[in-house]
């Protein structure tokens, strides 16, 4: 076995600010009260991330690019044969991956848009009529139920792969090393770029807050209504 380079650290920082903001913005939802207004700043939070990983999917390094791992027939067709030979994201792993992202966006791209009746409105909420932020509303709380489901399966697979294939795929993704068969590492070493461009790096950071400033413009940070119309609002809002 050798030990290699796979993650760099933007894409690793990117990983797990979204597990700590996604379980932020659950709980922040959960407990209501003044927390709600915390759940619509992590919800923008959440925005720039998802902005960050799909800029840094083209301007990233190796396994960080969509084109690297994006789950192509061909290449779902030759993993489940056994005949997939490669370090980063396998097909499955990368639907998986895809699927967590879009429900994720999902999630957050109607909260922009929602409402709670009463105290709360997403920044963007304005820009459409009220039926419309209903269902906005509507697909926010609901979308969480399979965005959940999604991260179960997701921590169940990486637990089956500790288990039952001896393939340690949290650790990569706190160090961003990798332990791989030599002729493997071999044959794909020359091929993989982990350095991070300061420029690439710049670029994918002044796209994901300008998208986040620009769409932060209306948002409310304070509350004007009672608290316990607050709190109506955190148990309509809890379906995050």
Known sequence: MKVISVWDLPLRLFHWLLVVSVVAAY????VGGAWIDWHGRIGLFIVGLLIFRIVWGFLGSTHARFKTFFPTFSRLVAYFKGHWHGIGHNPLGALS????LTLVATQVGSGLFANDDISFT???ASLVDKEQSDQFTRWHNSSFNILLVLVILHVVAIVYHRLIKKNNLVGPMVTGKKKVPKELAEKVAPSINTAVGPL??????????????????????TSSAPTENVQQAAQVSAGF
């Open 200 to 221: 690439r790096l710049a670029l994918s950071l002044i796209i994901s807050v300008t998208v986040v400033w620009s769409v932060s413009g209306a948002i409310s940070l």
């Open 122 to 124: 997403g920044p963007l």
């Open 27 to 30: 709980v922040s939802a959960k």
């Open 97 to 100: 991956v895809l699927a967590l």
